[in-house]
């Protein structure tokens, strides 16, 4: 239980940091859509560690390998299987302190659950975990492309520290985040980001900050009532990737300081369709898609790992002090973009094959 | 799909606003849980309406009756079916506007979905399905107190309008949050918060605000790694909920401000436990409990349902306007409580079994 | 667990036999089905007791009262609620032997299982449950019918003790499977079937039997590789029946004395469309419907409950004698034809969704 | 869908025969749990092709890789992935009839359902698949054998062809069962058994037969009401199983014939425990384990692949011949019974895990 997410769209990950690789089965995914492994290299390789110098310099190509449910192009309709080796494993910064809990991370958690863990590089709890994630992804966001060609995920890094970014999500584009190594595709707060960063990583420190997502083109109509409302399986698919603990919809936190005639979004009629004036929605009403931008924004809390002397205690209940080691990112919000877009893509190729499955 | 919930502890709701009734069935609960109709009635009576001039005045006694799986006073292992028949029932109000789409509401997208909805008071997107969670939330709340006496369920109301309450979160009671008619337990912050509802009510207007809610006595070790993460499932619960826009844990998009070094909680022993000197954190790291509080806050948007004239369109197409008539709560917070808490206790008692299940 | 069934045509079913009612609640129903109680009332007819001298007398009319999700004669695609209330309970007839283990019976294994039991009428064990089957069934046939015209479920009873009938599948129709009583549509072994349960009744004793289920008009492309084979989840279906100890699809036991050059289902192209000149396979090759009928044999024991003096224990483990008195089947045939149509159409519903979801 | 099966202790299964390789991940296994790669391998070999003169010459060594999961010798409560590279692999057999449909195989339910197909070697339809099966069932077995070490799960071929064997399933022994390459623990019918292999084997043909299980030391209270009973979780897993068309439980069909006084098991009390004096039941009762030997039987039919010239169509559509080539078993019987016992392992593994969730 844990390892796997979706209802239709399934998939069930695996891999820890250190050990021979990781990766992914999708079970559900549509025969005949077309793909092959550079379309989910190229997703990988905008995840992946060593991709500029605002990132871990751990060495990991991330190589996927295709092991099943492609063929000749396409997929089959069955179970695909992708691995994902780890190459540059280096288990021995981690000897020193395989019995202390480093502060914040999952150390003592996963010894409270399990009674035991993989101490090397964090074993399951590693955010390298998500590259499973992201390959996956891949797939569901080729299987929206090929079924509804008008979809368009995109995320950006809206937020690091305290320099916050000005982008319209209705025009935003996957090439203009690309563009700048930190993912935010307003010119000057991506400089003023790259600052906070180094300042950051030279004091021996990390920082947090936010990433915002928006998708154009999903029709009206996805999601479903009560509890699988499209805003409540976003959020749990937000809330599960490492290190978030904040998501909001639409108007989110700041749409509670409004009064009902602010935030209600009036319904027009445009070009035959139905539409709204406004967007404080962000495109979800009653959990179901109305056509307009779906749009979210996920807060990342600053990386726990810090090379700082900290206290902590050791398994074996003594006192003690800790010094991180190793290869870490001063700040996760540029990889995080790719998994947020990721498991945005999970969670609609999910809601498009449900309602699908019951449409006349 | 859509109107179950959980893994372990699982439910399943139905019922429409001015049906005959709405329910819901439990699968999964424990054998032997001392439980009855009083119990269960207990909670609906927080939430249902009329209980103060700050909500609406349906008058809907909400009287719960157990259709099966207790037996002599004890849960039998078997389905725990619930029935609460809708008695109050008036459709003629909706009558004028069955064919407007009322902003903001999920008319349109039932419409886009299903292609026909019960326009009768919302249908089956009423929020008057939260009985039914609160029904099995209270039975999850009885397994869980009965399984871990220890542990304490407390929301309370931490913001309307822009209204903030201070509450601190490791003392605040149960008795206190009910002690006033907004569920606030900051007596300065409940007065101007009924101050601000008042006012939007006479306004013809509404307002929104934030839940907080802790649980205290959750011990180390539940969660399940990675997409089952605890704040994951608890933000999927929280984004199911009518009207609920954000979800934030611990820290949340505060905690994207502070450095690593400020964010960290560092471990110490205390009473030969593992415990933390700050809690950033909200009791949950790497997806599993560390025995601290839990903490989280849910944003509602202020209720869709505003006593003023609005443009929209009708299900043919046509511009129009509407001036929505009913009965209708100008806050949905005071009553969101209960809510917050038979969601957070369902998820809860469903991760308790889940590592219960595994456990040597 | 162990409540719930179907994966996108799910259901979650309540109810003790001598508690206030029992029922189910079906979500995932495609809207705009027709359909009303009458329709789910005709099924129920089908398997409620007293409808004739083979059966037991209790009184039952076996109402249906739709709760939710049906509107105007049409499905919502809500969650669907159905509640059949217990009328004509007689608790006072177990009193004698509610610390008694019936023998074969569920009441040892349910005081194992869960340390307690509603011992009235056999609790959650007695096959009264099966009228949860029966309603949801008809909804999942009405789904089928509308959506499938051509498919029709058609079961008999195909063997009672050691009578045997001789039977069409290719042609029986429902029509004269219940022109008789014991739904055997062979007129001789009808007759001499009738003749074995009123010999068996006289004798204080209980007779077991066979019931057929051929579904005609099922399209090429149903079920899924590996685990969710069609054949599997019809299995899983039938055996979850109470008093089934076996299920054979097509060729089934006897099959295993053919060779392969016997066995094998030649193709051939008939009016455009692959066929096949033999049926051995039942309609169902590597899991998936080939456009053939589905053929499935059910083997059911004889009742458990015969009105003789047996040897037992107590719940507190003494040995004793055990003399059931009540009002029970000399045979669960005739009334298992419609329990075995309700879960074969709940499991064909479920995988035409499944099937849909993915195509283009 | 339809590659994964289990609720609590769960597996998702990939591969195709002629692809990279197959293989499995398992959520949900207990920590702490120890085994290794060459626990796995030793079911493995009991499986794999090339073993005896009985089965196919295909060369695979079947050797498995644990790509996460198990550190330092034990469960880690994490996902567990385990790779098998397919070695062997000869498509070229298969270019023949890449466009003709093998009668009784799945091609054209494959290319009804997708619209495409893997044709070398079967691709996902082929019985190559349940190496993974029998890898997860492996680490089931351990889990059981660790928590419930009176567990023992033992298989035989009961029958080949019109060739029955007497065995006795209260004591018949792993070790006595590989004794022999046919795994008939009847030393007299094995040899029976052989000879009649070798003749369909001559006769370029192919005979089918039965498996039989016993299951002895399973605790009284395993299994769910209604829906997931033992038996009907059971027998979903038998007919999961490639070339299965039939189960029974207990006495099965041949119980059909008994009297209600004959079939059912009186209770004794025996050393302190509850048990009874005959096995009808087949150890299950209301669906839930009674504490007696768990017994089934499984029916094959013959493989469908012989070496003789049989009518068929292309995929567009015309009438022709094929000649099957390529490496294949005239009999499965002998290297099922390890998928059977895999098969059966996972249920309780499962329906253990379901168990202990709920235990106080």
Request: aromatic share 6%; with cysteine.
């Amino acid at each position: 239980m844990g390892d796997s997410f979706g209802q239709l769209f399934r998939i069930m990950s695996f891999g820890e940091s250190h050990g021979p690789g990781l990766g992914v089965v999708i079970e559900g995914c549509p025969a005949g859509i077309p793909i092959g492994a550079p379309d989910i290299q190229a997703e990988l390789d905008r995840r992946r560690p060593g991709q500029s110098k605002l990132v871990t310099p751990r060495k990991e190509k991330d190589q996927v390998e295709i092991l099943s449910g492609i063929f000749e192009g396409h997929t089959l309709g069955t179970a695909i299987g992708l691995l994902i080796r780890n190459a540059d494993v280096d288990s021995s910064k981690y000897e020193d302190f395989k019995d202390k809990y480093r502060p914040s991370h999952a150390d003592y958690t996963y010894d409270a659950k399990y009674g035991r863990r993989d101490w090397r590089g964090g074993g399951r709890a590693s955010a390298r975990e998500t590259a499973a994630r992201v390959a996956a992804g891949a797939v569901a966001k080729r299987v929206l492309s090929t079924r509804c060609p008008e979809i368009c995920v995109v995320g950006w890094v809206a937020q690091v520290a305290d320099v916050t970014a000005a982008v319209d999500p209705s025009s935003v584009t996957p090439d203009a985040v690309d563009a700048h190594p930190t993912r935010c595709p307003d010119a000057k707060a991506a400089a003023d980001m790259e600052t906070a960063i180094q300042e950051a990583r030279k004091a021996r420190d990390t920082v947090g900050g936010v990433v915002s997502c928006v998708v154009r083109g999903v029709p009206a109509g996805w999601g479903e009532p009560v509890f699988d409302k499209l805003e409540a399986d976003l959020a749990k698919a937000m809330l599960s990737i490492p290190a978030a603990k904040g998501v909001e919809v639409g108007s989110g936190f700041a749409g509670t300081l409004l009064r009902g005639s602010q935030h209600n979004d009036p319904f027009v009629m445009s070009d035959g369709e139905v539409r709204t004036t406004s967007n404080h929605s962000g495109g979800i009403q009653g959990g179901i898609s109305n056509g307009e931008d779906i749009f979210l924004r996920v807060a990342f809390k600053p990386v726990a790992t810090i090379f700082q002397s900290q206290d902590t205690v050791t398994s074996d209940g003594r006192a003690t002090t800790i010094s991180p080691k190793g290869r870490h990112d001063p700040c996760v919000l540029p990889r995080a973009v790719p998994i947020v877009e990721a498991m945005v893509s999970l969670v609609l190729c999910d809601h498009m094959l449900r309602q699908r499955a019951r449409q006349p």
